[in-house]
C-alpha cells in the first residue's frame, strides 16, 4: 500500500509559478511510473503529466506542454509538478496517482493508477 500526500497549491497570479510535491510512503516509491491529474468543480480528473519510475520519459497534456515539468527524485520518494506561466484554466485540485502495473510507462488514464493521494488545491486568479 502506497500513501501519496500532495502539497504546495495555493493561490497564484497569471502567469506566476507553483511547483507541486508528491511524497510516497509505505511502498518502494521506484516500482511505480506516476501521473499528475487535475479535477475542477463536478468534471472528472484529467491528466495532466506522467513520467516512468527512471525519470527517463515524460508525456504532458497539450495545455501543459511547455509550461508544466514533472520530475522525480526517488531518493526522497517525491515527484514534482513545476507550473510556469500559469493560467486561470490551470485552477483546480490537483492529484498524484501511482502506477506500479507498468512503471516504464507513461499513461493518461485515471484507471491505469493504483494509488491517489488526496490532492491539492491551486487557484489562479486573472
Known amino acids: 500500500q502506497v500513501r501519496l500526500v500532495e502539497s504546495g497549491g495555493g493561490l497564484m497570479q497569471a502567469g506566476g509559478s507553483l511547483r507541486l510535491s508528491c511524497a510516497a510512503s509505505?511502498?518502494?516509491?521506484?516500482?511505480?511510473?506516476m501521473g499528475w491529474f487535475r479535477q475542477t468543480g463536478g468534471k472528472e480528473r484529467e491528466f495532466v503529466a506522467a513520467?516512468?519510475?527512471?525519470?527517463?520519459?515524460?508525456l504532458y497534456t497539450d495545455s501543459a506542454k511547455g509550461r508544466f515539468t514533472i520530475s522525480r527524485d526517488n531518493a526522497k520518494n517525491t515527484v514534482y509538478l513545476q507550473m510556469n506561466s500559469l493560467r486561470p484554466e490551470d485552477t483546480g485540485v490537483y492529484y498524484c496517482?501511482?502506477?506500479?502495473?507498468?512503471?516504464?510507462?507513461?499513461?493518461?488514464?485515471?484507471?491505469?493508477?493504483?494509488?491517489w493521494g488526496q490532492g491539492t488545491q491551486v487557484t489562479v486568479s486573472s
Open positions: 496517482a501511482a502506477d506500479g502495473t507498468r512503471p516504464t510507462a507513461t499513461r493518461r488514464r485515471e484507471a491505469e493508477y493504483d494509488y
Open positions: 513520467i516512468t519510475w527512471s525519470g527517463r520519459s515524460t
Open positions: 509505505g511502498g518502494s516509491f521506484s516500482r511505480y511510473a
